[in-house]
């Protein structure tokens, strides 16, 4: 741990706690959510060298036989400073049954969320200093969501893109009456204070297809910017439910604002 002259570490470990183990140590979790947990041993396995100026995590896998399976990889470096830190991380993980946390998100508010099964996970983060970047792809149903982002926290600076292909919202809140969900969405900017006119925003999303109970709510585009003080938003609607364009103009200094058809 010494600056000028580090030394090295190696770590191989190989771990496995049982379920009273992990709910001792975790204490107080609802009764469902230990009801839920599955009588397996969860396994952590680990193989690491480096110091604090560069440590290559050659693999970190964790695994809950019949819940999920994941593994992490990666380098770093610099950890002891966040404004030279340098991070390449890549997680891959794989769901079955994720009953216990769905019984949590009950218990938290999230009454009517429910975790499918089958749901797969691919993604990278990039750290360099104070900007951080992620790709990722969640697949699950046969539909999936994939993205990416990056932020640079000194000017707060930022793009992000989300696209969904058919990926079904009603797996996740089978109450909803939601269908499947085709859309693009992207938005890019500085600044997240929305009542000050040096913050610029500009955002679309782009739904091809979505279902909500018996509506059809396909062929909607909508785009929104924010310059100057000076917000537009505009909605372009093509379906039996809404069809016809509607924008409205604002700026932050007006009480409201106006709308224009």
């Keep these: 741990f010494d600056d000028r002259h580090p030394g090295q570490i190696s770590v191989v470990a190989d771990g496995a706690f049982g379920k009273q183990d992990i709910m001792r140590f975790l204490g107080g979790m609802p009764s469902a959510f230990v009801k839920s947990w599955p009588n397996q041993p969860l396994t952590v396995k680990a193989v690491a060298k480096g ?8 693999g970190l896998n964790v695994k809950l036989p019949t819940a999920f399976n994941a593994n992490l990889r990666g380098t770093a470096s610099h950890l002891a400073d966040l404004d030279r830190m340098q991070a390449n991380l890549s997680l891959e993980a ?13 218990q938290q508010g999230g009454a009517g969320v429910t975790v499918p099964q089958g749901i797969g996970l691919r993604a990278d983060l990039r750290i360099d200093g104070q900007r951080y970047a992620t790709n990722f792809k969640l697949t699950q149903g046969g539909g999936s969501i994939a993205g990416n982002a990056r932020v640079n926290m000194r000017n707060m600076n930022y793009a992000a893109r989300l696209m969904a292909r058919q990926f079904r919202v009603g797996h996740f809140m089978p109450s909803s009456g939601m269908g499947s969900l085709t859309a693009d969405l ?42 100057g ?33």
């Design 186 to 227: 992207r938005a890019e900017g500085q600044g997240t204070d929305m009542m000050s006119p040096r913050t610029d925003l500009s955002a679309r999303a782009d739904i091809g297809q979505f279902t909500f109970g018996k509506y059809q709510l396909d062929g909607m585009d909508f785009n929104a910017t924010l310059h």
């Design 51 to 58: 110091n604090m100026k560069h440590l290559r995590l050659a």
């Design 94 to 106: 794989n769901t079955q049954r994720l009953d216990f946390v769905t019984a949590l998100l009950s």
């Design 229 to 261: 003080g000076k917000a537009e938003v505009s909605l372009k609607s093509d379906n039996p439910l809404l069809r016809g364009t509607f924008s409205v103009s604002a700026n932050s200094s007006e009480a409201a604002p106006y709308i224009l058809h």
